[in-house]
């Protein structure tokens, strides 16, 4: 891709978007960025770009900017129905995502992790894995490093472990991973999306570019999931933690097992009680990057010390502190309603649970009967409290707490010991909150406040 001297617009000055920008003016292009957010709420990003020689558009988006551009790259965050977006792509002009961007440039071979739920912690544990065995290994995309400041840090033998999510997926045209692996297909963004058939598309897209010589690695037990195997050329291997498969990842009894080919003898990699993360959905993200891995070449000794001495990330079903015998969890990362089920099913009862955020568009009465076997208390908090206690009356206890904070102070006033006390909230941070890894920060810091 050339781009010396071409003018190129960024959409969206998030993390992303501003790294994006000043990649393509180092690059040599003539660069400008649009946000919709005014000057002095963009005060921290404005002079790093001014240095740079970067023109800034804040406070909307102009029509004429969009019109004069060669190139237009848009951040995830930014949606393609965006009015100014459509009439770009209706002019001719060519719009990319920040991901397809980033790997136009990015050396060596990607390994992209996409699905509902379990992608960060999939690809955290995937990402040292690699590390652990040895290979040059860089870890990002939707979390830690965006795409392109990996650039400069790849060679022709590094290996990328990308978290990708159906946002970034909607904009690639290239975009083309070695190995490719979906976790789960499940009702979500569907405030952006529009439909799950849509959502669904999103995240097929992950194989559009895969060839024959390519490893697609699916869920066996997720019906949607398994729908993703139409879409493709690559290889297709499966986990499963109720089955043997014909080739990939499965639990037997009490270990995990690796088939690399149909009709080849299942090999052993490791008990499932050395894994080190509750849930039995962490298992699922553990067959996934035993497949991967195994498919990669790394042996199995070496894929059984890095999963035993995974933690886990943060945000996800992450331990605070014990307090007078209740347990306070932090999963803030459970941005959808399958996510939240999840982290409920994994205690066995006596949960104080902090349900609310900003709506996506799917329904909480799906959660009843686990609520109702598991749930003593939901303490409901942001902008979807009414429509989530409306949807789960009679099913529950439910405290309108409104904050995070009254939340957090009514369960552990509420809570006796034995109980847990969760936060995870189906619900995106957006309405009170910067990100949900804000949401989790303020969440411990309340927990190690309580006395």
């Known amino acids: ?93 060519t719009v990319i995502g920040a991901l397809e961007l980033g790997c136009r440039f990015l050396k060596g071979r990607v390994v992209a992790i996409t699905g509902s739920n379990g992608k960060t912690t999939t690809t955290t544990l995937l990402g040292k894995i690699f590390e652990e065995a040895g290979g040059p290994t860089l870890v990002g995309g939707n979390i ?36 490719a692996v979906v976790l789960n297909i499940t009702p979500d963004h569907l405030d952006r999306h529009g439909s799950f058939e849509a959502y669904w598309a999103a995240k097929a897209r992950i194989t559009e570019r895969q060839e024959t010589g390519d490893f697609l690695v699916l869920n066996a037990e997720d019906k949607p999931t398994q729908m993703v195997a139409t ?103 459970a941005t959808n309603v399958d996510a939240a089920m999840k982290a409920v099913a994994s205690f066995r009862g006596g949960v104080h649970l902090i349900l609310g955020g900003k709506d996506k568009g799917s329904p909480y009465d799906v959660m009843a009967a686990l609520l109702r076997e598991r749930v003593k208390v939901v303490y409901t908090i942001g902008s979807a409290a009414e429509k989530i206690e409306r949807e789960l009356q009679g099913v529950v206890k439910i405290v309108s707490a409104e904050t995070i904070q009254a939340a957090v102070a009514e369960a552990a006033k509420a809570a006796v010991a034995g109980d847990v006390v969760l936060l995870a909230p189906a619900c995106s941070s957006f309405d009170q909150f910067e990100n949900y ?15």
Request: net charge neutral; proline share 4%; aromatic share 6%.
């Open 1 to 93: 891709m050339e781009l010396k001297n071409k003018r190129v617009l960024v959409v969206g000055l998030g993390r992303s978007g501003l790294s994006s920008a000043l990649f393509l003016r180092a690059q040599g292009a003539q660069v400008t960025v649009s946000d919709r957010r005014s000057a002095e709420a963009l005060a921290k990003e404005i002079p790093a770009l001014l240095d740079a020689g970067i023109m800034v558009e804040s406070g909307g988006h102009g029509l004429l900017t969009f019109r004069r551009q060669d190139l237009i790259v848009v951040s995830p965050g930014i949606p393609m129905d965006t009015p100014e977006v459509k009439q770009a792509q209706a002019f001719g002009l």
């Open 144 to 179: 830690g490093l965006p795409v392109i400041d990996l650039v400069e840090k790849s060679t022709a033998e590094t290996v990328s472990v990308l978290e990708v999510s159906s946002f970034q997926l909607e904009t690639i045209e290239e975009f083309h991973p070695w190995i």
């Open 231 to 333: 879409k493709t050329r690559a290889q297709i291997y499966w986990f499963s933690t109720r089955r043997p498969v014909k080739q990939g990842a499965f639990v037997h009894g009490e270990s995990i097992f690796f088939i690399a080919k149909e009709g080849v003898k299942a090999e052993p990699v490791m008990p499932v009680a050395e894994i080190g993360l509750k849930g039995a959905h962490n298992v699922e993200n553990v067959l996934a990057a035993v497949c991967s891995a195994r498919l990669a070449g790394i042996g199995a000794e070496t894929i059984r010390a890095s999963v035993a001495s995974f933690k886990g990330v943060e945000h996800r079903l992450e331990f605070v502190r014990n307090l007078n015998g209740v347990e306070f969890y932090n999963d803030s990362k």
């Open 437 to 451: 890894e804000h949401r989790g920060q303020v969440f411990r810091q309340l927990v190690n406040e309580l006395s």
